[in-house]
């Protein structure tokens, strides 16, 4: 009787072991997953680091610094959006006659204005039309 007392404590131990080693491997698993995720995400932090602190910031500031002093840049926007001075004016919620001293020079943007007309800048004509259309609609409800 002590024998199979033996052998039963015996075979508990191995099994409790067993298992102890596969709860330690798929604990091992789940480290280098998490692991390899956070290499991951310190090497993209890095790269947005590195593209924020690096050129992409100075040709932001190159480019406002450009549209602020040039009304040809913002006539050429509007001419590649295909729009007249009022739609931009709509565009950007000013006054027409402030875009048409804008392009001709006579009035400096202001950094605000600057935002705003960049991002306007990354439209293509299709979508600067149908923003139109949606203020049109905005503006006859009212």
């Not at 090497?43 to 602190?53: G, I, T």
């Not at 565009?91 to 600057?114: F, I, M, Q, Y």
Request: positive net charge; contains cysteine.
């Amino acid at each position: 009787m002590a024998s199979i007392q033996k052998m039963i404590i015996e075979r508990v131990r191995l099994y409790v072991r067993g298992e102890i080693k596969k709860y330690l491997r798929r604990q091992d698993d789940e480290t280098r997953k998490i692991q390899g995720e956070l290499a991951e995400c310190k090497k993209r932090l890095s790269k947005l680091e590195s593209d924020v602190n690096g050129e992409d910031e100075n040709k932001i500031f190159r480019w406002l610094d450009r549209i602020r002093t040039s009304g040809a840049t913002l006539k050429a926007l509007r001419k590649k959006l295909s729009i007249s001075q009022t739609e931009l004016a709509i565009l950007l919620d000013t006054n027409p006659a402030t875009v048409n001293r804008w392009e001709s020079g006579r009035v400096r943007l202001s950094r605000k204005s600057c935002e705003k007309i960049a991002k306007i800048h990354a439209l293509n004509a299709s979508e600067a039309h149908h923003i139109l259309q949606e203020k049109y609609i905005l503006q006859k409800k009212t």
